[in-house]
């Protein structure tokens, strides 16, 4: 089945540690999203790619980078773990076609806790 | 600014009985809106959607209905067995490259058996 895949489901980290979340799909999709949810809360985003053109969003601490080394894989790189950096990252997928943008497809998410 | 709000974090309806899940929004620029399921350990799951140019949108057991001059939006699904308990969150995006999601908050639905 085409899905979206997130590697490890679960990391743990040391503060201050860097840290690497991936991401892979197999829907071929050209959109791909990182969204971060803590307890409770609406899943936020954080950036996504077209393509290759990486568009963050203006609240996103520069702590967060991304990485789309081609159209199936997508990394999420924390450069220094913050202990409210813990929280629940997803990824998404979409299409974009010339009649709009499809509906987005999520992976299960990478649960990270930060010590 | 929650542009998208969700205000009941929770609800409870009987097993059989219909669930009605409600969801308002502020950014009158939304033209697409969405609900998603998620049980807890995995990801969203898409259920539904709706285009501001459609007041209602069936999908099996799950419809919604679309109120823009309220800016509100519900999720009606009949009938519920236990299996639907989950946390359910609206959604919303306007037309754009990538159309961004703005999600709210969330509701725990539980189904009482």
């Known amino acids: 089945d085409a899905m979206v895949i997130q590697n490890p489901r679960y990391q743990v980290t040391q503060f201050g540690k860097p840290v690497t979340l991936s991401c892979s799909q197999t829907l071929n999709h050209n959109v791909m999203y990182w969204y971060q949810q803590k307890s409770s809360q609406a899943p936020k985003l954080l950036f996504h790619?077209?393509?290759?053109?990486?568009?963050n969003e203006a609240d996103t601490p520069d702590n967060f980078q991304s990485r789309r080394p081609n159209t199936s894989f997508c990394f999420l790189d924390i450069r220094s773990p913050g202990l409210g950096d813990a929280a629940m990252y997803l990824c998404?997928?979409?299409?974009?076609?010339?009649?709009?943008?499809?509906?987005?497809?999520f992976g299960p998410g990478t649960r990270l806790t930060v010590l | 600014d929650q542009q998208v709000k969700q205000n009941s974090p929770s609800l409870s309806v009987q097993e059989g009985r219909i669930s009605i899940l409600n969801c308002d929004y502020t950014?009158?620029?939304?033209?697409?809106f969405l609900w998603y399921k998620k049980y807890p350990a995995e990801g969203p799951t898409f259920l539904i959607s709706i285009s501001s140019i459609k007041d209602k949108n069936e999908d099996g057991r799950f419809t919604v209905f679309l109120n823009k001059s309220a800016k509100h939006l519900s999720l009606h699904i009949v009938p519920s067995p236990p299996g639907d308990s989950a946390v359910y969150f609206c959604?919303?995006?306007?037309?754009?490259?990538?159309?961004?999601?703005?999600f709210g908050s969330g509701t725990q639905l539980t189904v009482l058996p």
């Open positions: 790619y077209y393509d290759k053109d990486f568009n």
């Open positions: 959604a919303a995006s306007y037309s754009g490259s990538a159309r961004q999601l703005t």
């Open positions: 998404a997928t979409s299409r974009v076609t010339g009649a709009g943008t499809d509906t987005q497809y």
């Open positions: 950014n009158s620029m939304f033209d697409y």
